[in-house]
C-alpha cells in the first residue's frame, strides 16, 4: 500500500484551502449566482426511447471545489448520469445546471464551449495511438481552435502538473497504464475545466497505480477543480472518506460526507 | 479563420497518410469509379455524335423543272431558306449533277456511259438540310405543291425510322449514364464512410473535449477532396496513356465519326475533376455527419 493519501492531503490543506479561497473569489467577481454550485441537478429523470428509465427524481448539488464518489452497481444509471452531465444525452425531464448553463436548454452550437468547462477521464484513457503524450494533451486545444503560441505554455504547464514532462516525446503504447491514465488526466486539464469526471479511471489499473491516479485527482481538487469520480473501489472511497453519492436502480439512494463505500448502519 | 483552414488542411494531410492503407483503398475505388464513369461518358460522347451524322444525312431533295428560269430558280432558293425548318440549302446545277455522277462511276470503279449522251439528263436541284429529320415530310409536301419543282426525292420512310432509332439510343445511352452515375455516387461515399469509421475514437475525443462541429467536419472534407482530386488525378493521367487506344476505338466502333477530340478531352477533364472532387466531399460530408452533437 502506498503512503496514506491523507498525510498528504494534510501537509497541503493549508495551501489548497488558500488556493480555493482565491478562486473563487476570481469567479465570484464574474458571476452572479449565490450559491456557486458548478453543477445542480434537479427531479432528473431519464427514460430511454427503449422505455427503459435510467435515473429517477434525481437532486444534487456539488459546490465549488468538492470531490465527490459517485458509486453503485452496475446498472445504477453512473454512466448516464454522466452522458447527462456531458450532453451526450439531455434528461427526459428535470434539468440539468452546469455553471449556470441549463443543458436542455441548450442550443446545439453552443454544446462544445460548454464541454470545455469540463475535463473527462474514461477507465480506457481513450488516448490517440500515434500520438506522443504532448501531442496527445495539445490535441484538446487544437480542435477547439486555441492559438498555437497558447497551447506550448499550456501543455507543457499540465504535464508537469501530472509528472509527464520526461515522457512528453513517447506513443501511448510505450507508456505504463497509470502514465497513460496520467496523460488523459492532463488532456482534461488542459482547458483548465470548472469540473472533473473521472469514469473509473481506476477500473483498469493495479492497487498500487490506483492509489497513485487517486493522489493525483486529490491534488487537482486541492488545486480548486471539481471532481466527480465514479468507482467500484471499495477501498479507495472509504479510506478517503470523501462525499459518497450512492446510486441505486436510478436514485439516489444515499449522499453523505465523509462516508463509505457501503451503507454502514 | 486562416489558422483554422490551415488546422483543417494539416489534419487532412496528416488523417491521409496515417491511415495510409485506407485512404489508398479509397483513392483507387475513386480511380476505378471515374474510369467506369469516363468510360461510358466516352462510349455516350461517340454515340450522340454517330447520331448526329446519321442525322444529318437525312435530307430533302428537291428536282427542278428543265424549263424554269434562272429567276424563277432563285427565287424558289430563298423560298425554301426562309422555311423555319431548313438549317442550309445547297444549289446543284445540272452540270455539277452530270459531274457528280461522273465522279461516282469513276469512284465506283464502272464505265462512264454519259460521254453517249446527247444533252444531259440530270436535272438541277436544290439539296435540303432539315433542323430535324421529322421535318422531312413537311417540307417535301409543301414543295411538291411548287410549279418550278419537278418532283422530290421521298425519304419519308427513312426518316421516321433514322429519327425512331436515334431517339431510343439516345435515351438508353443518358439513363445507363445516369445509373452508372448512381451506383458511383453509392460506391465511393461508402467507401470513404468506411476510411471516416475506422477514425471514430479520434472523432469522438474531439467531441468529448469540446471541439466544435466545423473542427471535426472540415479536416475529413478536406481529406475526402484530397482522395477526389488524387482519384481524378491519376485517373486522368490513365486516360491520357490509354487516349490512343481509345480514339482508335472510337474510330473503329463509330466508324468515321466527325469527334472532336479537343473539346472532348476538356469535357473529360472538367467531368473526371468535379466528379472526383464532389463525391470526395459529398461522401465525407455525409459520413462525418453520423458523429456529430445530436
Known sequence: ?265 | MIGFVLFSLKRAWQGFWRNALMSLAATATMVLMLILLAGFWIIQTGLLSALDFTESKVEVQANINLEATPNTITALGERIQAMPEVTTVTFISREAALARFQQSMKNQGREDLSRFLDTNPFPASYEIKLKDPSYAATVADALRQDPAIRNVLDTKETAQNVKTVTDIMRTAGTVILLVIGVIVLFIIVNTIRLAVVARSEEIEIMRLVGASDAFIRWPFVFEGAMVGLFGAAITLILLYVLSDPIGGFMIGFFRVLPLNFGSLTRDLVVLVGTAGLGLGVLGAWVSVRTYLIR
Open chain 1, 1 to 265: 500500500m502506498a503512503p496514506s493519501p491523507l498525510v498528504t492531503t494534510a501537509t497541503t490543506q493549508a495551501a489548497a484551502t488558500r488556493s480555493l479561497r482565491e478562486r473563487l473569489l476570481r469567479r465570484g467577481r464574474d458571476e452572479v449566482e449565490s450559491d456557486r454550485a458548478v453543477l445542480v441537478l434537479h427531479d432528473v429523470t431519464k427514460t430511454y426511447p427503449n422505455g427503459k428509465t435510467a435515473l429517477r427524481d434525481v437532486d444534487l448539488v456539488i459546490p465549488e471545489g468538492d470531490f465527490v464518489f459517485l458509486v453503485g452497481p452496475s446498472g445504477a444509471g453512473k454512466s448516464t448520469l454522466i452522458k447527462l452531465l456531458i450532453r451526450d444525452e439531455v434528461a427526459s425531464n428535470g434539468s440539468v445546471v452546469l455553471d449556470g448553463q441549463d443543458l436542455a436548454r441548450l442550443q446545439r452550437r453552443a454544446v462544445p464551449k460548454v464541454r470545455r468547462k469540463i475535463g473527462i477521464v474514461f477507465q480506457d484513457f481513450k488516448l490517440l495511438p500515434t500520438k506522443s503524450v504532448w501531442e496527445n494533451v495539445a490535441f484538446a486545444l487544437e480542435v477547439t481552435g486555441t492559438p498555437r503560441r497558447r497551447i506550448r505554455p499550456a501543455v507543457d504547464r499540465v504535464l508537469a502538473l501530472v509528472g509527464l514532462t520526461a515522457q512528453r516525446n513517447q506513443t501511448p503504447n510505450q507508456l505504463s497504464g497509470g502514465e497513460q491514465q496520467r496523460t488523459a488526466i492532463a488532456r482534461a486539464l488542459v482547458h483548465d475545466p470548472r469540473l472533473i469526471i473521472a469514469d473509473e479511471p481506476t477500473g483498469n489499473l493495479d492497487p498500487l497505480i490506483s492509489w497513485e491516479i487517486i493522489q493525483l485527482l486529490l491534488r487537482i481538487n486541492e488545486l480548486g477543480v471539481t471532481v466527480l469520480m465514479a468507482t467500484h473501489n471499495a477501498e479507495v472511497v472509504t479510506a478517503l472518506r470523501k462525499r459518497v453519492v450512492a446510486l441505486e436502480e436510478g436514485r439516489i439512494i444515499r449522499d453523505e460526507v465523509g462516508g463509505s463505500y457501503h451503507r454502514i448502519d
